[in-house]
């Protein structure tokens, strides 16, 4: 391999990288929600697209930039808190399985709504961030993915924090530690739920925003969610860190084959390449690379 | 108990004659090869050592009480003999081969049978269902496909044993209902058929009496005795209740803290300074009466 | 064997069975005589496929407690299979079904194999894997397809012993038949020696591993059989339905459907099938129709359908709440009530 083709590998490596931010964006909405309601939450894919054309739809019909962003933000939170309060707390004590399946119709249900009040036809969103690549050592680099992907960490950084540093964050780990202490020491476990959900709005608005610049507003931008899946079994249901890392491992390996192994086969394979590497994960560690170990009790 | 025989062709056992071993039980002689032999046995979880060293062995047709405080290790033991846990060292001698870790689906074909300390039936089947799913393990191939005779003939073996363990246990009434309507003292005696069905040579009774009224208590007391005195298998018997085990057992074990700290019969371990500390704490007077 | 102890004598023609007989009589001798074209093409035939992949699913997750989100690939395995046989090979008809089925039941004992290793959600989006990837193969490579350029095959005739299943009605009975004849060995299945090893799996992993029921191949036989019927079912529905096949038909929405139709009728039931692929099939008919009344026609088409998505999305979050246990239970009720009303008078 001589010297550029070796700098062609790390340009796609490093490209692959910033569009696993991407995925990790959108796994990290995922994770939230599984972490306190162990739930698997398919309306994530619904609720980008959601919040992506009510961000969108509004800059449209001339409401400033920043106005916007609020007004969306409320509305996302708005949501989040009707989604808690009508489909999970009936569901409550109910079977994962169960929960999850409620959330494959509730993704319909936004997803179809989305589009009857904001129309189907595809809106370019633009961020004012520039599209222009810029090189660093003979590698090109995409400012958008950079900016973008700085943008996730910053995001992740104030998700982990608040986890960390604030009461509300820490009951959110108490709750995912034992659902049945958590109330016993008077947690009020349906304002956690609440808050959470609306913290998976806002997640899903910054990544709505960020694909949305990227692919344009519309019906597909729900389908990212099917980016997002194998990172989570990669990463592991429960983990922000294995989010990140799984979204890195994807996003690279998936660009890689695609440049390398795609044309002998004919390409368009990132449609299942990331399920594959998951997968080949998974058969040697079960429950992901940083999920909980599970240790049955008989 | 000669009922429990088998009377179908199809299901004896590859193994040694059932007939030879409905002979009464009479005292437990110390030259026959054990039932199972355990020979320094330790596990940790993390750092956790939840079982250090462990080693005794259980006679063939001996009552083996194991008991100990909460958290003493118990149930990791019982995980580990029935390969749910892999020990990280010590070996176990079972059916006179040695294992360092018993692979979970050849216990039925060892002749090892266990119960659940928290049930561990089958909510959707039957009562009859659940006691049959004992003998699952020894239906020939494909004898699962429907329109097959062979098909038909297991499930009408099966049916035929299954009515013998419900009467043996009282449990007939019950055989068409679906097993997650029965009170729970009934549910542990399902749990014991479904152990049983498949004549086992030992026994792993987790936790037995857990969760259990006085009366029933009794009863389930009566049905060890009864199916090591007829049948001439051997029990380990897994309880933390120390005055349960007493008058039942032939000999008991005594762990905490993952480790054996006494090993004899009743009466000896009664008088153990070591189990009364770890008991009563350092101070107790002797467990008088011991329950 | 449902292991009926002491198995009373029961009488040949139970309530049931005779409900069952008549519902048959109708279906093989009233319908062709008497159903409109619109109603045997627009309903019952992707009616009876939609019930079949329902049923195979059913197996796998209702019974054996594997979920599974790729039903759809299996269907188009099951429909480019039977294609390329009737091309390239050129087998009668009952050898066509046959080989359709078991590579389909290959293909789905393949991407099964995860089961053995994974559980819950982690399985539920490896089955993903089997719909990406299959969708992308028949895709993909042309000979699939015998390279045909729009990528949309039209299914040929299917013909047997001088009949051939041209006609409307022939393939509504060719489907029907296919369909009842698999319905009653998956009855035979499940209520035989079977059906301990699949709910004790399904129930009680550890348990049933520790008592001896092998679990790995239970999980193994379950995902062959179930992708196997489900193969089935996607022949019926490209060669008896629609009469043509694409890669498109088989997406991911038709897997969720499936899955929709095996909760909503009831899991672990096998009329469970046939109840949600009715509502499944019929709902969206009389969604359109009635919004065609209420609004007069002044809703478009694409307005119609995103309601659709809607209304269906939110009938399965209510059917979770209100009736966990899908419209069989329901049926169950009706029934019971009905009898005892009988019984009074």
Same mark, same amino acid.
């Given at each position: 391999m001589d010297w550029y083709e070796f700098l062609f590998v790390i340009e796609v490596a490093v490209g692959g990288l910033l569009s696993g931010v991407m995925y990790s964006l959108v796994a990290i909405g995922f994770v939230l929600i599984y972490k306190t309601s162990g739930v698997l939450n398919f309306a994530q894919g619904a609720m980008v697209l959601f919040a992506a054309l009510t961000f969108v739809s509004l800059v449209e019909r001339g409401v400033p930039f920043a106005l916007a962003l609020v007004i969306t933000l409320l509305i996302m939170g708005l949501l989040g808190l009707a989604i808690e309060r009508t489909v999970l707390r009936p569901l409550a004590n109910r079977s994962p399985m169960t929960l999850f399946m409620a959330t494959l119709g509730l993704a319909w249900v936004i997803e179809g709504g989305a589009q009857l009040i904001w129309g189907t036809q595809v809106h370019a969103l633009d961020l004012g961030i520039s599209n222009a690549p810029f090189e660093i050592g003979g590698i090109f680099i995409s400012n958008f993915d950079l900016v973008a992907a700085a943008l996730a960490l910053a995001l992740v950084v104030v998700l982990t924090s608040f986890f960390r540093f604030t009461r509300t964050g820490l009951s959110f780990r108490a709750v995912a530690d034992d659902t049945f202490a958590a109330i016993a020491i008077g947690l009020k476990l349906n304002r956690i739920q609440a808050a959470v959900w609306t913290a998976a709005g806002v997640v899903a608005l910054v990544a709505g925003l960020l694909w949305g610049a990227r692919l344009? =507003?519309?019906? /597909? %931008? /729900? %389908? =990212?969610v099917l980016k997002a899946l194998p990172v989570l079994v990669l990463g592991g249901f429960d983990s922000v860190p294995g989010a990140i890392v799984a979204g890195l491992i994807i996003g690279a390996s998936e660009k890689l084959a695609e440049v390398y192994l795609g044309p002998y086969v004919g390409g368009g394979i990132e449609g299942w390449f990331a399920y594959v590497v998951a997968l080949a994960v998974l058969l040697i560690r079960p429950q992901g690379l940083f999920g909980r170990k599970i240790t049955e009790r008989f | 108990m000669t009922g429990l025989a088998l009377s179908e062709p199809a299901l004896q056992p590859e193994r040694r004659s059932f007939a030879s071993r409905i002979a009464p039980v009479t005292p437990v002689t110390a030259s026959a090869a054990p039932a199972l032999q355990l020979s320094g046995i330790s596990l940790a979880f993390g750092g956790i050592r939840a079982l250090k060293d462990v080693s005794f062995d259980v006679r063939p047709g001996e009552i083996r009480a194991v008991i100990g405080p909460n958290g003493a290790g118990k149930s990791s033991l019982v995980n580990v003999i029935s390969g749910l846990y892999r020990a990280d060292t010590g070996r176990i001698v079972l059916g006179g081969e040695s294992f360092a870790h018993v692979p979970p689906g050849r216990l039925p074909g060892l002749g090892v049978a266990r119960t659940f300390q928290n049930l561990a039936l089958?909510?959707?089947?039957s009562v009859a269902e659940n006691i049959a799913s004992g003998l699952v393990f020894r239906r020939p191939a494909f004898a699962w496909l429907p329109f097959l005779p062979a098909s038909r003939r297991e499930g009408r073996a099966t049916a035929i044993r299954v009515r013998e363990i419900a009467a043996f246990l009282g449990l007939e009434a019950h055989l068409p209902r679906l097993v997650s309507t029965l009170p729970f003292g009934l549910q542990k005696q399902v749990e014991l058929a479904r152990a049983m069905i498949a004549d086992p040579r030992l026994l792993l009774l987790d936790e037995p009496m857990a969760g259990l009224t006085g009366t029933e208590k009794a009863a389930m007391a009566a049905h060890i005795r009864a199916i090591r005195d007829r049948l001439g298998l051997s029990v380990i018997l897994i309880e933390h209740d120390i005055g349960v085990v007493m008058g039942l057992s032939d000999r008991i074990v005594v762990l905490d803290h993952g480790e054996v700290i006494a090993d004899g019969r009743p009466d000896e371990v009664r008088r153990d300074p070591e189990v009364i500390r770890a008991y009563l704490g350092p101070d107790a007077a002797p467990l008088a009466g011991a329950a | 064997m449902s292991l009926a102890v002491e198995a009373p004598a029961r009488p040949l023609l139970t309530g049931q069975r005779l409900a069952i007989l008549a519902l048959l009589a109708l279906a093989f001798l009233g319908v062709p005589a008497f159903a409109s074209p619109w109603t045997i093409e627009a309903i019952l035939l992707p009616f009876l496929a939609l019930s079949l992949a329902g049923l195979g699913l059913n197996l796998l997750t209702g019974y054996a407690g594997q979920v599974s989100l790729g039903s759809a690939a299996f269907m188009a395995v099951g429909a480019y299979a039977a294609f390329n046989i009737q091309l390239?090979?050129?087998?009668?008809l009952p050898l066509t079904f046959l080989f359709a089925s078991t590579t389909a039941a290959a293909v789905g004992v393949i991407f099964g194999l995860p089961s053995l290793r994974l559980k819950g959600f982690y399985l539920a989006v490896s089955t993903l894997a089997a719909q990406f990837f299959l969708q992308w193969l028949f895709n993909k490579f042309g000979w699939f397809s015998n390279y045909s350029a729009s990528g949309v095959i039209s299914a040929p005739v299917l013909g047997f012993a001088g009949i051939t299943f041209d006609s409307r009605e022939s393939r509504y009975l060719l489907a029907l038949t296919t369909v009842t004849l698999i319905t009653i060995f998956v009855h035979r299945l499940v209520n035989g020696p079977a059906r301990i090893n699949l709910i004790a799996v399904r129930d009680n992993e550890t348990a049933a591993k520790v008592i001896g029921v092998p679990v790995l191949r239970t999980k193994l036989a379950a995902f062959a059989l179930s992708s196997a019927i489900i193969g089935i079912a996607g022949v019926l529905w490209s060669f008896t339905y629609l009469r043509t096949i694409e890669p498109e038909g088989f997406n991911l929405d038709r897997s969720f459907q499936i899955l929709f139709i095996a909760i909503i009728g009831g899991l672990a039931t096998l009329r469970g099938a046939f109840l949600g692929a009715g509502l499944i099939v019929v709902f969206p008919l009389l969604l359109s129709r009635g919004s065609a009344w209420i609004f007069d026609g002044g809703l478009d088409a694409g307005s119609v359908q995103l309601t659709q998505r809607i209304v269906l999305g939110a009938t399965i979050v209510t059917f979770l709440i209100l009736?966990?246990?899908?419209l069989s239970s329901i049926l169950d009720r009706v029934t019971a009530r009905v009898r005892s009303l009988m019984g009074r008078t």
């Open positions: 344009g =507003v519309q019906f /597909s %931008l /729900s %389908l =990212v | 089958f909510p959707g089947l | 390239r090979l050129g087998l009668p009736e966990p246990n899908g």
